[in-house]
């Protein structure tokens, strides 16, 4: 039976400090057919070195300008010729040798596949991202185990057929074109499946104010996302209400549970006040920090991921929520004023 053919394609705007080590561990992965193509947007010295000494095994697309993420994806994936079509972002790390071949294995009983992320644990900063990543991976693998679609995903790394990628029109020019991809794919029915055993290591930007401009940059995605889809969303909830708890680990663990904590603290109103105090209070420890840092716990073993309270504790009670606070801040501004967006790149 003769094996199909990945073409991967990886966007990348100037440089990353991956790109290297990513495209060398490409060329040594025996999967084959397969096809790489990287296409450039103002490339730097740095990236056109690697073009130099990697043209020969490499398919390489070099724009003068910046295109834009989405732009150069659209343009780029015309060129290729695999059945199936894997999108890496420059900033990611293959874990093993036979990456391909496991991917393709993933591929034989879906249409679309989210690969699961790990943050690269090379800073403070990226230590605490890192349960960010967490959420998500259980979030889309409660979505791939009970719903078999696709409402949302991170599209630094995943791989989708690539007749039903040309049905769906490619990527639309948004700001979170992988979200957008999702919901279009849910709305069609293509089979969605999350891996638990393929992974990719993603690095995070080194410093908060990156942190905060990648943030501020996704959050106003999120938000323009839900406006544009508030319908389908709507619907789907009512359709499908098993996907309400995954996407409230998207946007925000402790929003999952202080809905929870609400729900346990209504019907101790009819107790007195001194005993609605006591319990209170216990239920807001246990239910805030307690219940989090078990359920979390299980889910980095289950998940293969490392796990340390005090991360976790800055995760939860830190950046947890200012990323829900970022995405309500956005939503408002779409909501207000939705002509007055400060948006210095290019989808």
Same mark, same amino acid.
């Given at each position: 039976m003769k094996k199909e053919k990945i073409s991967v394609l990886i966007p990348v705007y100037q440089e990353s400090e991956l790109l290297e080590s990513l495209l060398e561990s490409l060329i040594a992965d025996s999967y084959q057919p397969k096809e790489v193509l990287c296409i450039l947007d103002d490339p730097t010295e740095k990236s056109l070195k690697i073009v130099e000494r990697m043209k020969d095994e490499i398919r390489f697309i070099l724009n003068g300008h910046r295109k834009g993420k989405v732009n150069a994806l659209n343009e780029a994936s015309r060129l290729l010729e695999g059945d199936i #079509? %894997?999108?890496l972002d420059a900033d990611v790390k293959i874990a093993t040798n036979d990456f391909l071949e496991r991917i393709m294995a993933e591929m034989e009983e879906t249409d679309l596949l989210d690969i699961k992320k790990k943050a690269l644990r090379d800073s403070f900063l990226a230590k605490i991202t890192y349960y960010h990543y967490l959420c998500n991976n259980i979030s889309n693998w409660l979505f791939s185990t009970n719903v078999r679609k696709c409402l949302a995903f991170n599209g630094a790394a995943f791989a989708i057929r690539?007749?039903?990628f040309e049905e769906l029109g490619g990527f639309q020019r948004v700001v979170t074109e992988d %979200?957008? =991809?999702?919901?279009r794919s849910f709305r069609e029915n293509y089979r969605f499946k999350h891996t638990e055993e393929v992974e990719v290591f993603t690095a995070v930007p080194p410093t908060w104010k990156q942190w905060y401009?990648?943030?501020k940059r996704w959050? =106003?995605?999120v938000a323009l996302w839900i406006k544009k889809y508030y319908k389908d969303l709507a619907k789907i909830t009512v359709k499908f209400p098993r996907t309400i708890i995954p996407s409230l680990f998207i946007v925000s663990p402790p929003l999952t549970l202080f809905l929870a904590t609400l729900f346990f603290l209504i019907p101790l109103t009819f107790f007195s006040f001194g005993v609605m105090v006591l319990v209170k209070n216990l239920l807001f420890f246990f239910v805030g920090f307690g219940?989090?840092? #078990?359920? &979390? &716990?299980f889910a980095a073993r289950k998940f293969n991921y490392r796990f340390n309270t005090i991360e976790f504790t800055i995760f939860y009670i830190i950046l947890s929520p200012l990323w829900l606070l970022f995405i309500i801040a956005s939503l408002i501004k779409? =909501?207000?004023q939705p002509q007055k967006f400060e948006i210095d790149w290019k989808c």
């Open positions: #079509i %894997l999108f690539r007749k039903f %979200l957008d =991809l999702g919901i401009i990648q943030r959050s =106003l995605g219940i989090p840092i #078990i359920f &979390y &716990y779409v =909501l207000i």
